[in-house]
């Protein structure tokens, strides 16, 4: 059986502010949302420590300010201080997607936010650009009856979710093909940023070209105003920059050990990104964790400019 689109509501969970975030969205300042799975599940310690203060650093440097989200003891939110990011950091908290946040939230629990529950909490508070590193999607079995049916619920929430996603793609270890096919599906736009290629996270190309191209923060700000009426968020995707670019034949080997080794130790659900992601990391001695940083902060950059654009 295919994959089967659902409309369902967003779940308002009213979200703590920090004080900054309260007083950029009182004064209609430019705000960009940073998801902290990335750093929680995607990246080692200390290097993800780091990361958080670069990601934040970037989007201060563009002249937006930043909103990393969590939920901490039962609250969501948006906008943490130096304190909440450690906790962030410290490798204990899960992962928690849409559908995990009302048992975190009713039973007192804390987590790190992936893109989908994410982009949720940040259109609660009224923040409608988020920077990350790569979408979820369909994974490579996803689609299929016999298959196992892990489709990454970042897919249904930008389709149901007026936030626009400034990502490298989606990790080449998804099924990309069927992933741009679902996003098509939901009436999710998808805008290669200077790019003619969808990219491929690690990768400049992931082989799939890109529906539209844009060039300028001005012309994603025209397009994002035109479209975003309709309800559903958007997927504005840039490629790492070509001088972290992981090697073409090191990225193909390492991916083909990270699924079998994801196969053979029966990791599924939402253990497979983080444990596939890990692999890389291990593997390619930094070079991936390097590429990592460098394209989500490009990303950061890139969504404090859109942010702008739409704040004048
Ligand atoms: N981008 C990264 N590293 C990550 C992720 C994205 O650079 O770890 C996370 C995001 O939080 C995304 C999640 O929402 O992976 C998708 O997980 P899943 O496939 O289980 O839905
Ligand atoms: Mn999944």
New binding site residues.
Partial sequence: MPYVPRSVPSPVTSPALAPEVAAALAEGRALVAL?S??LA???PAPLNRSAADALEAAVRAHGAVPATIAVLDGQPRVGLDATQLDRVCAGHLD?L?VRDLGAAVGLGRSG?????A?VTLAAAAGIEVLA??????V?RDGGTNRGSW?I???LPALARTPVLVV??GV?SV?DVAATLEVLETESVPVLGYRTDAFPG?YRRDSGHPVPCRVDTPEQVAAVWRAHRALGSGLVLAQPVPAASELDGALHDRLLAEGLALVAERGVT??D???AL?RHFHTGSGGASQAA?LA??SANAELAAKVARQLAL
Wanted: hydrophobic share 35%.
């Fill in positions: 998801e799975t990335l599940h995607g990246l992962k997607s790190a936010t992936t893109v989908a994410t990350t590193g790569g979408l979820g999607g994974h892990d990454s619920a970042d990502c490298s990790k998804l996270f659900g939402k497979v990104t983080p992601l990592n394209l989500v």
